[in-house]
């Protein structure tokens, strides 16, 4: 399977991340009863590091965005890309081995 590529749009306000079709008709290859969300923006007060976020995005805004409700769901992606919308620098990867 292609690599599900989240793009990652940073503001002076926060982050919004979305799925390009493609990328919502992977997800619900691999997983049948999610229902991507198109994009979602997390605000924040000030402007701040995208690298902080890292640990926050695998337990909420990844299951948010890809509309799946376990980590059993996410772990049948075999990789995930979070992408500068700019840049098209890979900010963050998650890889999952399937044994």
Do not use: C, W
């Not at 997983?31 to 976020?53: E, G, R, V």
């Not at 409700?69 to 075999?78: A, G, V, W, Y």
């Amino acid at each position: 399977m292609n690599p599900i590529r989240i793009r990652v749009n940073k503001q002076t306000d926060g982050f919004t991340f979305s799925l390009l079709p493609l990328d919502k008709k992977n997800v619900t290859e691999a997983i049948p009863s999610a229902y991507p969300a198109d994009l979602i923006f997390i605000a924040f007060q000030m402007q701040s590091d995208f690298k902080q976020y890292y640990p926050r995005l695998e337990n909420h805004v990844l299951p948010m965005l890809l509309g799946v409700e376990n980590k059993e769901d996410l772990e049948k992606l075999d990789e995930v890309l979070f992408i500068d919308t700019f840049t098209k620098e890979v900010l963050h990867k998650i890889t999952h081995s399937h044994d």
